[in-house]
């Protein structure tokens, strides 16, 4: 089945510093990446769709200048956290879909604590 | 009024009894619903998905739909411990638009 690889799955960083973590879809061309945040013991939160060769769109509330998305080929698409905070520590999760007929697949998401 | 609506639990059922897991939403442009199993520390996993009104069976598992009612339920036969997760209720518009996800029902199954 379709796979999306997402590394990295842990990341520890000091505050200020700027993360990226990359999804891959393995198998398949993903025109569109959906990427999520979750904090412990809450639902997935969308932060913005990623399209390949254009600009990203985000949801009502979310940074675009702190969370950089690149979305520069069919198969990788990458969020930057920028200048983190000990409150962007989350679980980041990234998503996308190969075709009408099929569920959405994840990645194994990323987890991100900054110290 | 949230856009998809989970009791959040926590259900307890004993292993092989019935689980039966609700969700409603508010969109009735809704076209395409999923059933989402997370493990905790896990990113979700698809368990079905369900496009038109009745039900889909899969296994132990039967979602079920009723665009009237803007109502979808997963029923899991005989349960087991390894069930144990939250399920996340997740709704789009079709195409490849935006999940909407639901708080999510945690389920417990005792041995």
């Known amino acids: 089945g379709a796979v999306v690889s997402q590394h990295p799955s842990r990341v520890i960083c000091k505050s200020g510093t700027s993360v990226k973590i990359e999804c891959r879809s393995l198998?398949?061309?993903?025109?569109?990446m959906f990427w999520y945040r979750q904090f412990p013991k809450q639902s997935l939160m969308l932060m913005a769709t990623?399209?390949?060769?254009?600009?990203?769109?985000?949801e009502q509330g979310v940074e675009k200048d702190k969370f950089l998305i690149n979305h520069a080929s069919l198969t990788l698409s990458t969020l930057t956290v920028t200048s983190a905070h000990p409150e962007d520590s989350s679980f980041y999760i990234c998503?996308?879909?190969?075709?009408?007929?099929?569920?959405?697949?994840f990645g194994s998401g990323t987890r991100l604590t900054v110290v | 009024q949230k856009e998809v609506e989970q009791n959040s639990g926590p259900l307890s059922v004993p292993e092989g009894a019935i689980a039966s897991l609700n969700c409603t939403y508010s969109?009735?442009?809704?076209?395409?619903f999923f059933w989402y199993r997370q493990y905790s520390g896990k990113s979700p996993e698809l368990i079905m998905s369900?496009?038109?009104?009745g039900d889909k069976e899969d296994g132990r598992f039967t979602a079920q739909l009723n665009k009237a009612s803007q109502y979808v339920s997963l029923l899991i036969r005989d349960s087991q411990p390894s069930d144990s997760a939250t399920y996340l209720c997740?709704?789009?518009?079709?195409?490849?638009?935006?999940?909407?996800f639901g708080t999510g029902t945690r389920l417990l199954v005792s041995p």
């Open positions: 997740a709704v789009n518009k079709g195409g490849f638009q935006k999940l909407v």
């Open positions: 998503s996308a879909r190969i075709g009408t007929n099929y569920g959405y697949t």
């Open positions: 198998d398949f061309q993903a025109t569109t």
């Open positions: 369900i496009y038109s009104n």
């Open positions: 969109d009735r442009g809704s076209q395409s």
């Open positions: 990623s399209n390949e060769g254009s600009k990203a769109t985000y």
